[in-house]
């Protein structure tokens, strides 16, 4: 689990996340929801799920479903644009 998270924060991200799941069932947003809840109960929550470095707190708060960093994210997306 991320360092750089509280307990408070880790409560608050786990609430948004259950909420996701619940509101907007059968969606993309909540199978994202649900694989970043699996993470948190690994405990592999707050890494990316390609190079394991830390994913900042900030960005956690903003998205929690966020499974890459920003630096993998970008590759992503141009990989996208290119395809």
Do not use: F, W
């Amino acid at each position: 689990m991320s360092e750089s998270l509280s307990a408070q924060q880790l409560l608050r991200i786990r609430s948004k996340l259950e909420a996701i799941i619940t509101e907007q069932p059968e969606t993309s947003a909540a199978l994202s929801a649900s694989a970043a809840l699996q993470r948190m109960r690994s405990g592999e929550y707050g890494y990316c799920v390609e190079c394991g470095d830390e994913i900042s707190a900030a960005r956690l708060a903003a998205k929690p479903d966020v499974a890459l960093c920003v630096d993998c994210q970008a590759l992503k997306d141009e990989e996208d644009e290119d395809a």
